[in-house]
């Protein structure tokens, strides 16, 4: 059965930083990884899709990267600003499985 | 493009009454799931449906969650009777290539039920 954990649980910067969350999952036969935003009250915004073949997906100051023999991934924010601030999720996808989620990181950046 | 639609907001209902919740996905978007988001949890999916038909209900508690898909586009889920462990974020999700492990999941804001 997939597990998927997100370390740290929780994330204050001030403004400006680099940061790096973590995901890390048990079954390393996934179709993709996924990271999503949720802001408070909101449903989840997708941010970026990691296909197995891939490594990296990049997307203005985010970047995904995915190294699925070890099953990690890692999203870097450069430049952190305040609109950053939510809970970011991981989820996997299997073969016949559902995406499975994490529980989050909740980051908070401050001005 | 349209967003994910999901009503109510909002929705306060004692222990053993009944509820339903109604989602209208993106416009040619085939696939839509059913997820719950217990609080400081990540979502969990409760099913998911390809057309009008149930791809994956193997987490839905069958005995007192109900859902449908008529016609391929809208969807309800319904819990009867409710119970206080029901208390949660119901969110709606759909995405657009049937068959595609690929395609991005996209939200809608969800429902947020209490049950007192």
């Known amino acids: 059965k997939q597990e998927v954990t997100q370390i740290p649980a929780a994330l204050s910067v001030p403004e400006g930083e680099n940061l790096v969350l973590n995901c890390s999952f048990t079954d390393s036969a996934i179709y993709n990884l996924q990271w999503f935003r949720q802001d408070p009250g909101k449903g989840l915004t997708s941010l970026l899709l990691i296909q197995s073949s891939q490594r990296e997906q990049t997307s203005g100051r985010l970047n995904a990267s995915l190294d699925k023999s070890s099953g990690r991934s890692t999203l870097y924010i450069a430049a952190s600003q305040p609109g950053d601030s939510a809970t970011y999720l991981c989820a996997v996808k299997g073969g016949n499985t559902p995406l499975v989620f994490g529980k989050g990181t909740r980051l908070s950046v401050i001005a | 493009e349209a967003g994910v639609a999901q009503s109510p907001r909002y929705k306060i209902i004692e222990k053993r009454q009944s509820v339903a919740f109604w989602c209208n996905p993106i416009?040619?978007?085939?696939?839509l799931y059913w997820y719950q988001q217990i609080l400081g949890q990540g979502p969990k999916l409760l099913i998911q449906?390809?057309?009008?038909?149930?791809?994956?209900d193997s987490q839905l508690p069958k005995d007192r969650f109900s859902a449908e898909r008529l016609k391929g586009v809208d969807s309800t889920l319904k819990i009867q009777p409710a119970k206080l462990e029901d208390s949660a974020v119901y969110l709606c999700?759909?995405?657009?290539?049937?068959?595609?492990?690929?395609?991005?999941?996209?939200f809608g804001n969800g429902t947020r039920l209490t049950v007192t």
């Open positions: 449906f390809q057309n009008n038909g149930v791809v994956d």
């Open positions: 999700a759909s995405s657009l290539t049937p068959g595609s492990d690929n395609s991005p999941l996209h």
């Open positions: 416009s040619g978007h085939a696939t």
